[in-house]
């Protein structure tokens, strides 16, 4: 914690413009009792410039949250929880090794609701080997009848060498399938939207005016200040993070150096960065900002690139964007690589 204070010491010259957003993420930031929380966020405000209203985020398991604590993060500034539900039937959290049960996040939710949170997002996980398109439905359900503001759904994804992969690989458990996770990712929307939802990110919904703010600013590219081991920052042109020892980063920040690592971003990497998150929004690819910040010659040559899948009605033109339909966005990892190709 002191160490924290100190790097926000030692970068308050980081951020000019007022903070919009503060986000106490990564690890496990509710297991950190309430009053230190309440120490950080005045060490932020006795720092930096923050703005009237500021969206103020704490991520949280489940079984973290109790009336107390939920009462506790209200009085110290929290404004939005982040809960970690991914599933709200019992086999597949157990499935999944989490640590809390379904009865725990139904509780937490009800608990934060009842100690004044307006603004919840709980994030689901979707296309495990062998779920059904009735039991999905039944998750979705369940989120819309709890009134949640945000949800992140995810499909499954299977990275090499997790425990998942030596399942899957030994043929304890099926692969996962494609197909099905397409088709419940539709579901998904369909379900969302009509409940009143915004689907505007590919992951992400939210009831009118309870967008992430804070991610929204990521996805927008704007700059943003990480504290802590392994924090990233962003200011623009240069990528930044702290080193991920604990330790280390303790000992530097205390002798008054910033463990930090960095690099300059390229035009290639900003532009495909760029069309990496915008693609994902709703807005889509603003084709002014591609001419103001890459060339009017761009412009034209991403006009060019995405004529194929304009074609096949894949993208959309609508007011000077380029954004995915509603088919589309069942391809928007391959739709944005194919545009990767136009950067020199």
């Not at 900003?270 to 998150?277: A, L």
């Not at 010659?297 to 096949?312: D, G, H, V």
Request: glycine residues 6%; charged residues 25%.
């Amino acid at each position: 914690m002191h160490a924290m204070e100190r790097e926000l010491e030692l970068r308050k010259s980081f951020l000019h413009e007022p903070i919009e957003t503060i986000y106490f993420g990564g690890g496990t930031p509710s297991l950190l009792q309430p009053e230190r929380i309440s120490l950080l966020l005045d060490a932020i405000y006795t720092r930096f410039p923050i703005s009237q209203q500021p969206e103020i985020t704490l991520e949280a398991n489940p079984d973290d949250v109790s009336p107390a604590r939920a009462l506790a993060w209200k009085k110290a500034g929290i404004n939005r929880i982040s809960l970690g539900v991914q599933s709200f039937q019992p086999h597949w959290l157990e499935w999944m090794n989490r640590a809390h049960n379904a009865e725990q996040s139904l509780q937490a939710i009800t608990e934060l609701q009842a100690a004044g949170f307006e603004n919840i997002s709980i994030d689901l996980i979707y296309g495990m080997p062998e779920q059904t398109d009735a039991a999905w439905q039944e998750e979705i359900q369940k989120a819309i009848e709890l009134q949640v503001t945000h949800l992140s759904c995810y499909a499954l994804t299977v990275e090499p060498r997790t425990a998942l992969w030596h399942m899957i690989e030994k043929g304890k458990t099926v692969t996962i399938d494609p197909d099905q996770q397409a088709r419940m990712f539709l579901m998904l929307m369909d379900g969302l939207e009509k409940a009143g939802y915004e689907h505007y990110e590919i992951s992400n919904f939210a009831k009118p005016g309870k967008r992430s703010r804070h991610n929204s600013a990521y996805w927008r590219g704007t700059t943003y200040l990480g504290i802590g081991p392994a924090a990233h920052s962003f200011d623009g042109s240069r990528r930044m993070w702290n080193i991920n020892n604990n330790s280390t980063y303790t000992s530097q920040i205390e002798a008054g150096v910033l463990p930090l690592t960095e690099e300059t971003l390229s035009t290639n990497e900003h532009w495909n960065e760029y069309i990496m998150t915008a693609i994902r929004t709703k807005e889509g690819i603003s084709l002014k900002r591609i001419a103001v910040q890459f060339g009017e010659e761009k412009r034209e040559q991403l006009l060019k690139q995405t004529a194929t899948w304009l074609k096949r009605n894949l993208l959309q033109h609508v007011d000077d964007h380029l954004q995915l339909t509603r088919e589309g966005k069942l391809l928007a990892d391959q739709i944005a690589s194919d545009l990767f190709q136009i950067a020199e």
